[in-house]
């Protein structure tokens, strides 16, 4: 494909055919990967293909298959041969360039481009460079012609697939994909996979035998269990021990086991480090507020009774009264049954036949009762018995005052220990005859059980 004598440029053609055999039997201009023949015929004028068009021009690009044998009596077993011929893989390199040299070489298709360079290999080159094509540059579009008739441009498309249907079409060479299609246009194109369809042939061969499974490796070692356990405190001591996270603690210790733990906390003795950081200097003290206004004194009196009428009027603790009132003044009074008319409520469950009773709880600036009804029948604040007992609310407690009394005549004693749902302890006390607890974290929910 050049220039002719006169200078004038002349049109370039590219014409594939494929066949069974040299002599171009079963020829066909459209793809058949059945076909091992394949013959390119250039020509400066479009022409309609006929077999003896490509007569001489026959190769096989699949590779011929040897002649078989003489059976041979058995002998020793001889060592490998070197690769036949047969089978071998065939690697089609193609690449564009502005003149013989490969100067502004490209890889992708341009028309611009007048100089083309065809390389086969039976091996895969790691990567393309005008090197590759040195001497192999040949020009496959005429220079431009003078005064000479229109001609049509030729331009010829080259794609690159994984499988002879076009899976993972692309028109950049890719050495992993195994199918090529070649497509010609007097027209120039955005080639897509629908361009290629019955082009496709696999150019780099079937894929070879696998080789003979390789020799077992030897067994490795028996792999370890792994444990995480993870513990927050509230210095580098491990004071505060606690495996639930706690968003008011300030150190964290991290430990690795091969066997499984009930971590305590001197698993962790060492390894505790503060992942908040250091408190900040304290800011400098703000201005002094106004007075406020002048309190009145607070008087609290609190009765017991049998029913909510105030039957059974008592000033004095009874633990055999279910009812109690209470009543607060600014000035000392003195009291009677009278004084607590519609304020008794029930504080104690009734007792069997299925009524799970109340609790009544009243805020310390006593102008609201809460009352509630317990989850079980049973629900103890004390048990005298010894046994533990607990207590939970189901409001979240911004400020609750209750007594707990212990009705053992010699006043007994015993520990209470105030905690949240995760079990951290919030207050620990140690009881006399009896003891008044104060809820003031807002943060905690509580509800009523029998543990």
């Not at 140690?430 to 943060?443: R, Y």
């Amino acid at each position: 494909i050049a220039a002719d004598e006169s200078g004038s440029g002349v049109n370039a053609y590219l014409n594939i055919a494929y066949a069974d055999d040299a002599n171009g039997n079963g020829f066909t201009t459209v793809f058949s990967p059945a076909k091992n023949y394949i013959a390119i015929k250039h020509t400066s004028n479009p022409i309609t293909l006929v077999q003896a068009d490509f007569a001489g021009l026959w190769f096989n690009y699949k590779g011929q298959k040897g002649d078989p044998g003489n059976n041979g009596n058995n002998g020793a077993d001889g060592a490998d041969g070197a690769d036949g011929k047969d089978g071998q893989s065939a690697f089609v390199y193609i690449g564009y360039a502005d003149d013989e040299n490969g100067d502004g070489f490209s890889e992708v298709f341009d028309p611009d481009k007048g100089y083309i360079a065809i390389r086969y290999t039976t091996w895969e080159m790691d990567g393309q460079d005008p090197g590759t094509f040195a001497g192999y540059w040949t020009k496959y579009k005429g220079d431009d012609g003078v005064a000479g008739q229109n001609g049509q441009s030729a331009y010829v498309y080259i794609a690159y697939a994984d499988d002879s249907n076009g899976a993972g079409f692309t028109t950049v060479f890719n050495a992993a994909k195994n199918f090529i299609a070649i497509r010609s246009s007097t027209a120039p194109l955005t080639p897509v996979q629908a361009d290629f369809a019955g082009r496709w042939f696999n150019y780099k061969g079937q894929q070879g035998n696998p080789g003979a499974n390789g020799t077992n490796g030897s067994n490795g070692l028996n792999g370890q269990s792994a444990y995480v356990y993870i513990a927050y405190a509230d210095s580098n001591t491990g004071t505060g021990f606690t495996t639930a996270f706690n968003a008011g603690k300030n150190y964290i210790a991290i430990k690795t086991s091969t066997v499984p733990l009930t971590p305590v906390q001197s698993d962790f003795n060492g390894l505790w480090f503060n992942y908040k950081g250091q408190a900040g200097v304290n800011g400098t003290n703000g201005s002094d507020g106004s007075n406020g206004l002048n309190g009145q004194n607070a008087f609290l009196y609190i009765a017991y009774a049998d029913d909510v009428d105030g039957n059974g009027y008592s000033s004095t603790f009874d633990p055999n009264k279910n009812f109690i009132a209470l009543f607060q003044a600014t000035e000392p009074t003195d009291i009677s049954q009278s004084t607590f008319d519609g304020l008794w409520v029930q504080y104690k469950g009734n007792s069997g036949g299925g009524d799970t009773g109340t609790v009544s709880i009243q805020r310390q600036d006593l102008t609201e009762d809460y009352t509630f009804t317990p989850v079980h029948n049973n629900f103890y604040l004390f048990n005298p018995g010894g046994s533990e007992r607990k207590v939970y609310l189901d409001f979240p407690a911004d400020s609750i005052r209750f007594t707990i009394k212990n009705i053992d005549a010699e006043g007994g004693g015993g520990a209470l220990s105030i905690r949240d749902l995760d079990e951290a302890v919030i207050k620990s006390i140690t009881l006399g005859k009896s003891a008044q607890i104060l809820f003031d974290n807002s943060t905690n929910a509580w509800e009523v059980i029998e543990c």
